[in-house]
Every structure is written in C-alpha cells, then in structure tokens.
C-alpha cells in the first residue's frame, strides 16, 4: 500500500537529538565569553594605571608587542594676546600745517585741526574753523583744503557738505536754498545757500573750488544772527586762505584790496589835532546852552 503524509510526520522524532546541542558547543561558547571579559577587564585597569602614572598603554586591539606610546603634555589654555595698535610714523614735515587765515580784523583766530593723511595714497588735508557754530551772534567759518589729483571724480557740492558736515562738527543739512557761483582769487567757485542743524539752526553759504590742479577746499561761512552771508564776505574769506610756504601753486594770484582794511595813515600831529577839535566844538555848545 503507499503511504501518505501528514504534517505530524515532518516532525522529528522523539528518539532523533537533531534538536539538542552537543554539550561542547555549549563549553566552547562560555570559554570565550570569560576571555573576552577578562580581556576588557585586564585593558580598563591598564588604561587607569597609564592616567594615573600620566601615560598611555596601547590602545584597546593593539598587539602585544607594539610600543607604548607617550601621552603629550596637558595642551595650555589659549590666552589672547592684547596689542596696542600703533599707527606708523609720520614725518613731521607731512603732519605739519600748510595754510592759515590771514585775517588779523577777527576777534578769535582761526584754529587748525590736526592733518589727516591717506595711508593709501599719501594724500594730505586739514582743516580750519573760526568761531563756533553755537555762538549765533559771531560768524563760524569751517574750510577744509586737501590734496587732489587729476581724474579724481569730483562729488556734489551738496553731498560734499553733508559728509563735511558729519564727518567733524557733529551737523546735518536739512534744507537747501539757491546755488551760484561767485568770482574769487581762485576763479570761478561753486556755492550753495544751506540750513545746518546742530545745538541749534543757521543758515549759511556752502562753497567749493579748486586751488591749482593739486588741491582743493571746500567749506562753509555762516553770518552772525542767522542770516545768510553775502558774497563778498564768503569771497574776503576765501581771500584771507594763504599757504604758510611761499611758491605754493595755485596761490600765485593778487589779493582783493576790499577785503583787507586800508591802513592807518594818519600821524600821531593829526591825531592830536583832530581830538582838539572835537573838544572845543564841545566846549562851544556847552557855553551856547542857556
């Protein structure tokens, strides 16, 4: 007869041992996992020792025969080094002053800011002011005279005084008037009618122009009480910048007469004579009053 199979007959029998282990398997496996613990173990108290002693044993799956290797000394904590930053040196024929105001009828002289130099290009300028901006009863004069060379691009008068005016002062425009030019020992110069605001309002005359081919000024002249300044006072002002050195290019010209006041040509016989007068017309009309 043929047989037929069930699902109960896949199963091992119960005298077959494919389903157990061999005892050895089982041995061979503990044996193993004892070294390997020991072996972590053996490794960890080496690694305490080489901290303790300030030295490293060989790493963790290193051979037996390697060499150990020295541990390097504790790396020192950064510290920033602080330095003063120092400016190169200067010559002092470069930093000294190269023009004034010559303009002896002024109550306060003109002051003489320190010259700047362009470390790039070596260019020189520096500024002079008379008064101040806050005494509104004075006139304030702020002129700025600097090197120039040819195919500089030359900015707005407008954008000129705003960058002037906060660049030192501490000013800002805040309104523009009428533009002209005005006729100077410089020629021909670009002029501009602008309110400054600081501690307080005042109107002035914003000016530019070219002294020669190497060098520029540019500035502005406020009138005392708030009023705008006329052209003549911003062109005697112009007149009275003169170079400390002689044989400066572009200052070769005459000065305006009118802007300087004539001499005293009386004698100390006139002077005398005239205050004698004075006197006996007042004498005279003292002893004429009933």
């Given at each position: 007869?043929?047989?037929?199979?069930?699902?109960?007959?896949?199963?091992?029998?119960?005298?077959?041992?494919?389903?157990?282990?061999?005892?050895?398997?089982?041995?061979?496996?503990?044996?193993?996992?004892?070294?390997?613990?020991?072996?972590?173990?053996?490794?960890?108290?080496?690694?305490?020792?080489?901290?303790?002693?300030?030295?490293?044993?060989?790493?963790?799956?290193?051979?037996?025969?390697?060499?150990?290797?020295?541990?390097?000394?504790?790396?020192?904590?950064?510290?920033?080094?602080?330095?003063?930053?120092?400016?190169?040196?200067?010559?002092t024929a470069m930093a000294a002053p190269r023009f004034r105001l010559d303009d002896p009828d002024v109550l306060e002289p003109a002051r003489a800011e320190g010259t700047r130099i362009d470390p790039a290009s070596g260019r020189r300028e520096e500024t002079l002011n008379q008064g101040?901006?806050?005494?509104?009863?004075?006139p304030y004069l702020r002129m700025t005279v600097g090197d120039t060379g040819q195919g500089d691009p030359t900015p707005g008068l407008f954008v000129t005084l705003v960058r002037r005016a906060a660049d030192g002062p501490g000013l800002s425009v805040i309104r523009t008037g009428e533009?002209?030019?005005?006729?100077?020992?410089?020629?021909?110069?670009?002029?501009?009618?602008?309110?400054?605001?600081?501690?307080?309002?005042?109107?002035?005359?914003?000016?530019?122009?070219?002294?020669?081919?190497?060098?520029?000024?540019?500035?502005?002249?406020?009138?005392?009480?708030?009023?705008?300044?006329?052209?003549?006072?911003?062109?005697?002002?112009?007149?009275?910048?003169?170079?400390?050195?002689?044989?400066?290019?572009?200052?070769?010209?005459?000065?305006?007469?009118?802007?300087?006041?004539?001499?005293?040509?009386?004698?100390?016989?006139?002077?005398?004579?005239?205050?004698?007068?004075?006197?006996?017309?007042?004498?005279?009309?003292?002893?004429?009053?009933?």
């Amino acid at each position: 007869m043929r047989r037929i199979t069930t699902s109960d007959d896949t199963g091992e029998r119960p005298g077959s041992t494919g389903g157990q282990r061999h005892p050895s398997t089982a041995l061979r496996i503990s044996a193993r996992l004892a070294c390997a613990a020991a072996a972590i173990a053996a490794l960890s108290l080496l690694a305490r020792e080489s901290r303790e002693n300030g030295r490293t044993g060989p790493p963790p799956g290193a051979l037996a025969g390697d060499a150990p290797t020295v541990m390097s000394e504790a790396p020192k904590p950064f510290v920033p080094s602080v330095g003063v930053a120092v400016r190169p040196a200067v010559p002092t024929a470069m930093a000294a002053p190269r023009f004034r105001l010559d303009d002896p009828d002024v109550l306060e002289p003109a002051r003489a800011e320190g010259t700047r130099i362009d470390p790039a290009s070596g260019r020189r300028e520096e500024t002079l002011n008379q008064g101040a901006f806050p005494n509104i009863e004075a006139p304030y004069l702020r002129m700025t005279v600097g090197d120039t060379g040819q195919g500089d691009p030359t900015p707005g008068l407008f954008v000129t005084l705003v960058r002037r005016a906060a660049d030192g002062p501490g000013l800002s425009v805040i309104r523009t008037g009428e533009r002209g030019r005005l006729a100077t020992k410089f020629g021909l110069i670009e002029t501009l009618e602008a309110t400054f605001s600081g501690p307080l309002d005042r109107v002035c005359t914003g000016f530019a122009g070219s002294a020669g081919a190497a060098l520029r000024f540019e500035g502005w002249l406020c009138a005392p009480l708030g009023q705008a300044p006329e052209p003549r006072a911003v062109a005697c002002a112009l007149d009275a910048l003169v170079p400390l050195a002689p044989g400066v290019p572009g200052f070769d010209g005459p000065r305006d007469p009118a802007c300087r006041p004539a001499p005293d040509t009386r004698t100390g016989s006139l002077a005398v004579v005239g205050k004698r007068k004075n006197e006996a017309q007042v004498r005279r009309n003292t002893q004429a009053r009933p």
